[in-house]
């Protein structure tokens, strides 16, 4: 009875809804407006398909925006000549390469995009709301879903924009099952929508795939559920939005989430969450872990978004009013989900008087670069609010025109507490800082830098080191470039080495040798335990840890007294030696020229240029609670902010 008097109303105020969001796409829709209201209509003739009726037109309704590529006939030609060309056994490169050559060929088709509304046809539409509710209502897997869940998690005929428009639903269904249909027999496990991840996310990891590739690959986005399925890598939105297909295809209700920009780092991330029987998202990066396993556990997040099919008015409005829109939000088909993931704080800030011509602001944090808008908020009343902010995190809030990014007041951090400090620049007051890199201490860095543990260094007058004296051992975990002060009354001696502890193969990155009377660092022969018999060698032989390119290292033979040094030639007396440990090559890097900066009130201000003696920077004058950044003029691209507190780099 109650979805007759639905589609009774419907039928009878339908014609009068003249204004509603419906028949605003409707008359967008142009041409193609005939293919919309036949779907409209064959549900109109069923009462019985009311709820099939309101799908519609949710899709409908919500289709202003969504894209694709007008032609898909070269869409499916480009992704079948990469199916038929990746190789799973080859190397991750191998495979980049291949798919960059074929993509390159396709390039010219890549700009004629198209509305949604002037592209989908009646029978498509249909034949996906059909399917759709199949998966729901008689799968086992969204028992718990609501239609109002149903139509963001199951019911998109698409994952994200340029989703090739084409029968994936029906293709995927049957795409990475595992052991899905047995999942039933168990009571624990039926009907359970996390279960059901787990079946088919297990699947895409036996699939022998190689990690994310990091660096992107210069190709038109493969965007067909079937030819991502069949890849042997990619990247996180690429598993994103496979795992979406794959489960969407089964009834498993899932959706993207995304942040636009780590606040510590460079780029941003993309992952799946699955709506849980519990009535809570999940998480989990699809091809590698399940839900509830670790999945970055202890990153710093600002902001973090769901990708939806639905309108956010919000960003419409946005995007209706301004004409330079950062990204992510010309994208209207997102809704912030922060607190769904950290503690997050609102934050009022006046806005200049001299700035009241804006009518929205944002808030950006750093990209190791510039400034990257990861949150927007309506200015009213010379005052703008932004909600949920991540804590704990440096943001600087700014207006974007047609010059860029225009910062309109000073950057604050939001700590644990919730508690907001500006970080200003007090040119009253100056400091000294003492700088050993240009970029925070990695992972990568730290796995790694335990090489050195139990490491001698060692000075002799023989070559074979019978009458050799140790200077130093490494004792202490250490992940930057440390210095060894030495008595300058001992004993001249000609040859000076490093040699590795038991199991760590010699694993140094850089020495530098200093006489009293030098600035620089002196040379002499090298020698040491003999080269490795490794392809790369270049990378990894003795001379890597003289050739003052921090990213090289010795990679000794042997895993124990494998050692590197120098032949001087005669007997010479070394005030002090510098070294570094393998790592990321963000290390102040001497005979480089580094530069500082301070941020003032919109800009970034030199603190000079200097080229680097030692594996160490000193400034004197310093502005107190200044922003700061350190570059390295020479070499490498990666670099980040950071305040100087108690004498220490503290990275934003």
């Not at 009875?1 to 796409?25: D, G, H, K, S, W």
């Not at 494998?562 to 032949?567: N, R």
């Not at 030692?614 to 390295?632: F, G, K, S, T």
């Amino acid at each position: 009875m109650r979805n007759v008097l639905i589609y009774v109303l419907f039928v009878f105020l339908f014609p009068a809804c003249q204004n509603t969001p419906l028949e605003r796409a409707l008359k967008m829709a142009g041409q193609n407006r005939k293919n919309l209201e036949q779907v409209l209509e064959y549900y109109r003739r069923n009462p019985a398909d009311s709820l099939k009726l309101r799908a519609a037109v949710f899709l409908i309704e919500n289709m202003p925006g969504h894209y694709s590529y007008r032609d898909i006939r070269w869409q499916e030609d480009y992704y079948n000549e990469i199916e038929r060309a990746v190789d799973p056994l080859q190397t991750t490169q191998y495979n980049k390469e291949v798919i960059e050559k074929i993509s390159a060929g396709y390039w010219e088709y890549s700009n004629d995009t198209c509305p949604d509304l002037h592209l989908l046809k009646a029978a498509h539409l249909v034949d996906h709301i059909e399917r759709s509710f199949e998966a729901w209502q008689q799968g086992e897997w969204a028992t718990h879903v609501s239609f109002d869940d149903f139509c963001e998690y199951i019911l998109p005929y698409k994952g994200d924009e340029l989703q090739i428009i084409d029968n994936w639903r029906e293709e995927a269904q049957d795409l990475c099952r595992g052991d899905l249909d047995s999942l039933h027999y168990c009571d624990m496990y039926k009907n359970s929508a996390y279960w059901a991840v787990a079946a088919v996310n297990n699947e895409i990891i036996k699939a022998n795939r190689l990690p994310y590739p990091y660096e992107k690959i210069n190709c038109i986005p493969i965007q067909r559920i079937r030819t991502l399925a069949r890849l042997p890598f990619g990247s996180c939105d690429d598993y994103a939005l496979l795992s979406t297909g794959l489960m969407r295809s089964k009834g498993i209700p899932v959706a993207i989430d995304f942040t636009p920009q780590w606040p510590f780092r460079s780029q941003g991330h993309a992952w799946t969450v699955v709506l849980t029987n519990r009535g809570k998202n999940i998480e989990f990066p699809a091809g590698f872990a399940n839900p509830g396993e670790p999945h970055k556990p202890d990153e710093k997040k600002a902001k973090v978004f769901r990708k939806c099919y639905a309108i956010n008015k919000e960003l419409e409005i946005l995007n209706e009013r301004e004409k330079h829109v950062p990204y992510p939000f010309t994208n209207v088909f997102i809704k912030d989900v922060t607190d769904e993931y950290i503690s997050t704080s609102d934050v009022e800030l006046s806005i200049p008087s001299k700035f009241r011509k804006y009518r929205y602001a944002y808030l950006a944090v750093f990209d190791n670069k510039s400034w990257s808008a990861i949150h927007y908020g309506k200015v009213s009343n010379g005052k703008v609010v932004f909600t949920k902010m991540g804590r704990n995190c440096l943001y600087m809030p700014i207006f974007c025109d047609r010059e860029g990014v225009v910062p309109f007041s000073s950057p604050f951090i939001i700590n644990y507490q919730g508690e907001i400090r500006r970080i200003e620049a007090d040119r009253n007051k100056k400091q000294a800082v003492t700088l050993y890199r240009k970029y925070y201490v990695s992972t990568h860095c730290y796995d790694v830098a335990h090489r050195l543990l139990g490491g001698k260094f060692q000075a002799a007058n023989k070559e074979d080191f019978s009458d050799a004296v140790t200077l130093h051992q490494v004792t202490k975990f250490t992940v930057q470039s440390q210095e060894i002060a030495l008595d300058t009354m001992r004993n001249a001696y000609r040859y000076w080495r490093y040699c590795s502890g038991e199991g760590q193969f010699c694993h140094i990155a850089e020495i530098y040798f200093y006489k009293s009377d030098t600035a620089s660092a002196v040379y002499g022969q090298i020698t040491g335990t003999e080269d490795p018999a490794i392809a790369d060698t270049d990378r990894y032989r003795r001379e890597a840890v003289f050739d003052r390119d921090p990213l090289t290292y010795f990679n000794a033979p042997v895993p124990s007294d494998g050692w590197v040094g120098m032949d001087f030639g005669e007997p010479v007396r070394i005030d002090h030696i510098w070294y570094t440990p393998r790592g990321d090559g963000n290390d102040i890097t001497p005979g480089d020229e580094h530069e500082l900066l301070y941020w003032s009130g919109n800009k970034w201000v030199s603190l000079g240029r200097r080229i680097a003696e030692e594996p160490v920077l000193v400034y004197d004058n310093v502005p107190v609670n200044a922003l700061l950044l350190i570059r390295n003029l020479s070499r490498g691209h990666e670099e980040r902010i950071f305040t100087y507190e108690k004498g220490e780099q503290v990275w934003w």
